[in-house]
């Protein structure tokens, strides 16, 4: 490892001119696109309902050729599967409004080792899951009091909407740092990515090892209407349907084959080589997050400014990304249209396979989110299969997969601040390593973590934590989830693709 030696192997110094002066020179596991400077901003960057655009512009040409590419001579199967599918999701809609919040299956955090049969079930059909009391309730509070005072003493702190502060520019304070690290965090992770699974023992993958992705926290106030984020999914949008993005492991080679029903959302080798970040957009991740989540700070309920999700994973997966390939042969009838007419509209009589291919891309725009409305997504039908999640309380974890659909409440009507920290689930593979590695740097300088809008970000912070506190704060587990600590490769019962990819990690990180 870069640096002087301390207690346990671990450097108590790091700069980045050393490391550069001494880096690893290696193979690289990454696209060199992600590595360019990202313009200064905040949230709003990463979606065009947030930023200053009116509307996204109209996809380039070659989108057109990635649609014939991937019909080829499919059309018939792809028209078949869609129609399929458009039955399913009837019947899924009407099981979600019944449920509600309720269909979110939760856990307590002590029980996640004898997780009943029923929760893990429910987990991988809807892809959502809320971990109870993963941080003790009174240290959670601690941590949003700590930030608050962190905030309060750097009044400088970039944060959106900038004229009402709800969602803050910091990744480096001392109690985002103990969150990320935190024992049972680690051991949450860990258990929810044990749901990927792969048919290949050689995967250079291990969702077994947590890796660390610095990411924002928000503080949301009550009556609230400027983070009014709609439904979407993150991971990019175009790259599902390129060529060099997601199709580099195939991912969603079944949808596109007229087979969606037998396309597995957890199959995780197939997403070691795909690239979910082809245009470096100033929110896009290049990081593989089997999981997106958040760490409750505040107790938290529905219509109070929290989470809404999707509960269709796998169905809501192969609609958007079959949906550009169809249009309707009558229009919509209107939003206030009679229930008969509707219902005539949705019916797959109705859509047929476009008769030359588009190049559009429905809610998709090159450096930014997949966005989803009602218009645009008519089958999902938002309204209704958008549920909020379950009241939450200080030190819960809500995780989400990485395809599933979520949104923000419009408007926070509760009565008090509703507060998170975004904290993901990340397994090792070569491309997270590498990417961990420019992250450490990035902390080392106080500047925003690589995937995120640029500037001198918490360098001039007041407070904001230093390596000294995580030797003094952090366990070797945590050490290493940061890139900076060794991977054991004597460790029992791994793989021989884990094995392998952990060496890869240590020879990428100088270990």
Known sequence: MFGVEARGGLP??????????????????????TCRPRKEGDISSVFVSLSSKEEAAPLDERFAAQKKRLLLERGGEIKKSWDRLLNKLKEEVGTIERHGPNIVPSIDFKDIHVAPEEFQRELRKRGVAVVRGVIPENEARGYKEAIEAYSRANPGTKAFPPNDPQVFELYWSKPQMQARFHSNMLETQRFLMSFWHSPDPGALISPQHPLSYADRLRIRQPGDSGFALGPHIDGGSCERWEENGYGLGDVYKPIFEGRWEEYDPWEASSRVPAVADLYNGAGACSMFRMFQGWLGLSHTGPNEGTLLVNPLLSMATAYTLLRPFFRPVTAHPGEHSSRIATKTFLESSNWQLEAEPTSKLEGATPGYSQELNSVLHPHLQLKKTMVHVPKIAPGDYVAWHCDAIHAVDKVHQGTGDSSVMYIPACPVTAANVEYVKRQKLDFLDGVPPPDFPGGVGESEHTGRA????????????????????????????????????LKIANEILGC
Do not use: I
């Open 466 to 501: 230093t390596l000294e506190d995580l030797q003094s704060r952090t366990t070797n587990e945590g050490m290493r989830a940061f890139g900076l600590g060794k991977w054991n490769l004597e460790e029992d019962n791994l793989l021989p693709g884990q094995r392998r990819v």
């Open 12 to 33: 108590v110094q790091l700069s980045r001119s050393f490391v550069s002066k001494h880096s690893f020179s290696g193979p690289t596991y990454f696209s060199t696109s």
